[in-house]
């Protein structure tokens, strides 16, 4: 997550915390390096500048120059200071029953992806979401709505094929949801939730994109959000907008007074200025962000955790959610009695690749772990992973059980069966062996994690 500002600020702490004694001119030095970072990130000149000056203000005081570790003590007052630019404390939705949420922002800043993960968050919340589709100006916008909506199980209430006019088909969707599911002219798609499923206790609009600069189309959103009265108005802003975020943001918080900001890419190489610049800009906080392609890569946006792993503090908090999500407790247990007793096989391998799938791309996960972000080494080729999954699905599960029968011709079998090479196999078969020898003896977290990188290139 914002590779390229966590790796500067990282080294930039690091050679501050090198100082026994700490005077003005180091703090100078230091903070200058990071204004460049902020900058070269695409945070905005007048954010980075207020920024700096609230941190060096603290960082100057007589408390922390004189302390025993100076250097540690800037680092806590940086990493404060970015949580409270980010926004402080997480910022729930305001929702009451029957609640609307209007979806708005640019062109391919991902609204409609968007709008299916806050669906899926709310349903995993205990809510019942539905889908309002009213992006009425791109081709195939609400098929792509529909189809989301199906894969997640969540009602849609799409317009007329012919309906120009987004108010009539965001009233016409309020209508039949409080009506009859059948035999209705509006063409609504719901995906199997049965004849007597309860009515939808939260609706999400999805607008058309639209430019900062298209005064007809924000006017027609003005009149939307008038006749819907939502509680919650969402702007979608991709983490790589950069300098522009700053006039997007602006423009669309003046004409709609929005509530809160749905972040989306931050799984990506983006620079990461618009997370630091858009709080500060709007004044609105920063309510979900969006962490991958997939509809549950989606969560809610939490200041201090984005700070800690931009430091390479890591967010563990954050870890533990995601295993508590994906691993079952029974599994957990059987895994763990099967490392401590080195009994590890390729059942068992199997069984963890599928719970690190659940809880998303490994290079992510690692970089929740503390000090692991900017590990040298640590890159994850996805397609190697595939690789490496298909290599242990071409083995019998006696094969599995008992790795040391794998002779010659059951491995150029295992290769022909997965696509690979017999060298491929080797390699697996040989970081295997290393991993369940390092369990013996017990070895650190980073010389486990090293391993299980290399285990799945």
Do not use: W
């Not at 029957?98 to 806050?118: D, F, P």
């Not at 509809?295 to 954050?318: C, H, K, N, S, T």
């Not at 696509?419 to 003896?441: I, P």
């Amino acid at each position: 997550m914002f590779p390229q500002l966590s790796d500067k600020l990282q080294e930039i702490f690091k050679d501050l915390r090198g100082h026994g004694v700490i005077s003005e001119a180091n703090v100078d030095a230091a903070l200058r390096q990071v204004r460049l970072a902020l900058l070269e990130a695409d945070v905005d000149f007048q954010v980075a500048r207020r920024f700096i000056g609230r941190v060096k203000e603290k960082a100057l005081g007589e408390t922390v120059l004189r302390s025993i570790t100076p250097g540690q003590q800037i680092v806590k007052i940086f990493h404060d200071e970015l949580t409270a630019l980010l926004g402080g404390d997480s910022a729930p939705l305001h929702l009451q029953d029957q609640g609307r949420i209007l979806i708005v922002g640019l062109n391919g800043s991902c609204k409609t992806t968007s709008s299916a993960k806050l669906a899926r968050f709310l349903q995993k919340q205990g809510h019942l979401p539905a889908l309002v589709p009213c992006d009425l100006q791109r081709p195939a916008a609400i098929e792509q709505l529909v189809t989301l909506g199906k894969q997640i199980d969540v009602p849609i209430y799409a317009p007329d094929p012919n309906e120009k006019n987004v108010q009539r088909a965001a009233a016409a969707a309020l209508a039949k949801s409080s009506g009859p599911r059948s035999g209705d002219a509006l063409a609504d798609v719901i995906p199997a939730p049965g004849p007597a499923a309860a009515r939808p206790s939260i609706y999400i609009f999805d607008t058309a994109g639209r430019q900062e600069i298209n005064e007809r189309l924000i006017q027609e959103l003005k009149e939307l959000k008038e006749f819907l009265q939502p509680q919650e108005t969402l702007l979608v802003v991709d983490a790589a907008t950069g300098q522009q975020a700053v006039s997007v943001a602006t423009h669309f918080n003046h004409a709609l007074a929005i509530s809160g900001i749905i972040l989306t890419k931050l799984d990506g190489d983006a620079r990461g200025g618009a997370a630091l610049s858009m709080r500060e800009v709007t004044h609105r906080p920063i309510k979900f962000a969006g962490t991958g392609e997939k509809l549950d890569q989606f969560e809610v946006f939490i200041p201090e955790r984005l700070a800690g792993r931009i430091l390479g503090m890591g967010d563990v908090i954050g870890l533990v959610e995601k295993a508590a999500e994906a691993v079952e407790v029974e599994d957990a247990a059987r895994l763990e009695r099967k490392l401590r007793t080195a009994s590890f096989d390729f059942n068992d391998f199997l069984a963890q690749f599928k719970m690190m799938k659940r809880m998303g791309p490994l290079e992510n996960i690692l970089g929740m772990l503390p000090g692991m972000s900017n590990m040298q080494g640590l890159s994850i080729d996805e397609k190697q992973l595939k690789r490496t999954e298909a290599i242990v699905l071409s083995m019998t599960n006696e094969e599995r059980t008992r790795p040391d029968i794998l002779n010659a011709r059951r491995r150029q079998r295992i290769a022909r069966g997965s696509g690979c090479t017999v060298t491929e196999v080797n390699d697996l078969l040989r970081r295997f062996d290393q991993m369940r020898k390092m369990m013996k003896s017990a070895g650190k977290m980073k010389k486990m994690l090293k391993g299980l990188q290399q285990l799945h290139r």
